[in-house]
């Protein structure tokens, strides 16, 4: 499948048309893609609360087009079938009541075949009605092909987490085997090169998203943030480096640790990041051998901020992260292309700049809370309830993963979880300040 760099425009016309239809039918490909290699229960089962079986990523974002698109724009649209909306329907209230999210598991029916036969379906009605529908409803198409990348990237870590619980330690995907011959040659000599301090931006900066380009509405309105003097890591964190903080009792070390991260640490009983046991760590081709120059992931913010106490640094703010990245191409570093097992690497490059794996590889915790930027208004609606009705509690992450669709990200792009959530591939660049 084709790397999906394309810009999405916002305006009409013959171009603007024929982009956003390619799109979408990209888009809802790779999602099927991505299913593949899974039997109907494999697609089925929900492995904790947070996260959701395989067939529900593919049906809820079908409803999503079905919902605020072709129900809503489209004149005389019938429903496929009018018990759905029930249950994939996530956390809309405007839209009524709906399934239980910790029951998603629950749902054997309808079958993995039968919700494919239903995005055939919206597919087929969408693309037909989509040169006629208002300007309102293709910006409503644009919002669900980037929240279906969204899902995309959490079908990935949902499905890693499923398996991951299977003694049989089953893979996805298996990884070539010429690929992981040279893979494991390269783990054997890696070395992620030193970490350097990069001056950061300071003085007044302009934050958050601004013009006619898509964008999420947690990421405007624009406005202005001064920073003080300060530097960035060049790179994220290492696998390597991670081993010398768990080598030197970091996780043991009630000191280096937020009261409700130590908290954390002792009653869940953590001693490493997500997926790792000893020498090894759980991924989508399996059990294999840690690479220690590839970034660290599945950490917690908990965790993060320990190793930054560790390390006589701290994590970077939001502003600080986005002003180093507004000169970066979004689109670079270690991004999905493709159905494939996808795990972060070491030694990418970002190009002809101090500042490496900015974009791709792992999101990378910042020290700033998910709250509303000044001036910050929820649309009108149940699309309002997007993102603004999360921003309590959570904290932001920067730059996608590995497992992000390329074309996905932009400097100004913020996602968020809560402290205590490390299924995602999530990892930490250091900051400090001068």
Not at 59 to 88: I, K
Not at 105 to 131: K, M, N
Not at 132 to 158: F, K, N, S
Not at 202 to 223: K, L, R, S
């Amino acid at each position: 499948m084709a790397s999906q760099n394309d810009a999405l425009p916002l305006t009409t016309g013959t171009d603007a048309m024929m982009a956003l239809t390619s799109r979408f039918a990209t888009t809802r490909r790779l999602s099927l893609d991505l299913v593949r290699t899974l039997s109907d229960a494999d697609a089925s089962a929900q492995s904790m609360p947070d996260a959701s079986p395989a067939k529900w990523h593919l049906a809820h974002t079908t409803w999503f087009f079905e919902t605020f698109v072709l129900r809503d724009h489209l004149p005389g649209y019938r429903l496929f079938d009018s018990r759905y909306p029930y249950l994939f329907n996530s956390y809309y209230e405007a839209e009524g009541p709906r399934h239980a999210r910790p029951q998603r598991g629950l749902l054997t029916r309808p079958s993995l075949d039968e919700i494919c036969i239903w995005r055939a379906h919206v597919d087929a009605a969408l693309q037909s009605a989509l040169p006629a529908l208002p300007l309102a409803a293709q910006r409503l198409v644009t919002l669900g092909i980037h929240h279906e990348q969204q899902h995309q990237e959490l079908l990935l870590t949902d499905v890693k987490h499923l398996f991951a619980q299977n003694p049989l330690g089953p893979a996805v995907w298996e990884k070539d085997p010429i690929a992981n011959e040279v893979a494991q040659i390269s783990a054997a000599s890696a070395d992620a090169g030193p970490m350097r301090w990069i001056k950061g931006a300071e003085g007044v900066v302009q934050i958050g998203h601004a013009g006619e380009d898509f964008a999420f509405d947690c990421e405007i309105p624009q406005f202005s943030a001064l920073l003080n003097p300060h530097a960035l890591a060049s790179r994220p964190v290492s696998n390597d480096e991670w081993q010398q903080f768990i080598d030197d009792g970091g996780y043991h070390t009630p000191s280096l640790w937020l009261s409700d991260g130590w908290g954390w640490v002792q009653g869940e009983d953590i001693d490493a990041p997500a997926y790792w046991d000893g020498g090894r760590q759980f991924t989508l081709s399996g059990w294999q051998d840690i690479d220690p120059a590839a970034p660290v992931t599945h950490i917690s913010l908990y965790e993060a901020d320990a190793f930054a106490t560790w390390a006589g640094a701290r994590l970077p703010t939001e502003i600080e992260w986005e002003a180093a990245a507004a000169v970066l191409d979004p689109a670079s570093g270690q991004q999905l292309d493709r159905a494939g097992p996808v795990q972060p690497a070491g030694g990418t490059s970002d190009g002809d700049t101090d500042l490496q794996q900015m974009f791709g590889s792992v999101w990378e915790w910042t020290g700033s809370a998910y709250r509303p930027y000044p001036g910050f208004r929820a649309a009108p609606g149940a699309v309002g309830e997007y993102n603004g009705k999360f921003m309590s509690g959570q904290f932001v992450l920067r730059g996608g993963s590995c497992a992000t669709p390329r074309g996905h990200c932009r400097a100004s792009y913020r996602n968020f979880f809560y402290p205590h959530q490390r299924w995602q591939f999530t990892g930490v660049r250091l900051a400090k300040d001068i």
